[in-house]
């Protein structure tokens, strides 16, 4: 079964700090995809990473791709109270299928 | 305008009763697929479907049965329902099978079975 394992699973921050968070597979993936989480909503699409290597950048959040495409990293700079939510990452393993979700990071940002 | 909109929003309701819940997409796009999130948020894939075709249907109790009238249409209804059914459901939509393009989701139904 493959897994994508997020972490840290919770993060307590102030704004204007910067933070990274990890989205690790044992598994290759032909693409991943990184969603926010608001409390009553549905996840929101952020970014789909292809390449492994790639980097993409979305204002203060920058995305990065594993060479192995195995794994990827969110870091946001500067945070701020409106950062506040669930990141989950997803993977596409290719096989036109499901996509393999992770458990989230769950993120706070205090004012 | 909602993309995917699901109704109702919340839906406290019975052990053994029958409920629907509906999801409707005015994107355009030919696949749709309900989601549950559980209490520990993990999401797990029901079912999908390609322009009116069952194309995904993992393991889940016959109890839950998907229906789509058309392409822009995912109904979810459920029979006897159980406590372990609590939980949120999310409808989403995408262009094309395939998951590069990335999902549009509803905003959720959430379940209480009591």
């Known amino acids: 079964t493959q897994l994508l394992e997020q972490s840290p699973q919770f993060l307590s921050i102030q704004e204007g700090e910067n933070l990274t968070v990890y989205c690790n597979s044992s598994s290759v993936f032909s693409s991943l995809q990184w969603y926010r989480q608001e409390p009553g909503e549905g996840p929101v699409l952020l970014v789909t990473v292809v390449t492994g290597g790639e980097v993409k950048k979305l204002k203060r959040l920058t995305f990065q791709f594993g060479d192995a495409r195995k794994d990827s990293s969110l870091h946001i700079t500067a945070a701020q109270t409106g950062d506040t939510g669930l990141y989950l990452c997803a993977g596409d393993a290719g096989n036109n299928r499901k996509l393999i979700w992770g458990l989230g990071t769950s993120l706070a940002v205090n004012p | 305008d909602t993309a995917v909109s699901q109704t109702p929003k919340y839906l406290v309701t019975q052990m053994g009763n029958d409920k629907s819940i509906k999801c409707e997409q005015n994107?355009?796009?030919?696949?749709m697929y309900w989601y549950k999130q559980d209490s520990k948020k993990f999401l797990k894939i029901m079912f999908s479907y390609n322009n009116k075709e069952l194309i995904i249907n993992e393991t889940v109790p016959n109890r839950f049965s998907p229906k789509s009238p058309d392409k822009a249409h995912l109904n979810l209804h459920i029979n006897s329902l159980e406590l372990g059914d609590s939980a949120v459901y999310f409808c989403?939509?995408?262009?094309?099978?395939?998951?590069?393009?990335?999902?549009?989701f509803g905003s959720g139904t959430r379940l209480t079975v009591v």
């Open positions: 989403a939509s995408s262009p094309r099978p395939g998951h590069f393009h990335g999902y549009t």
């Open positions: 994107l355009g796009h030919d696949t």
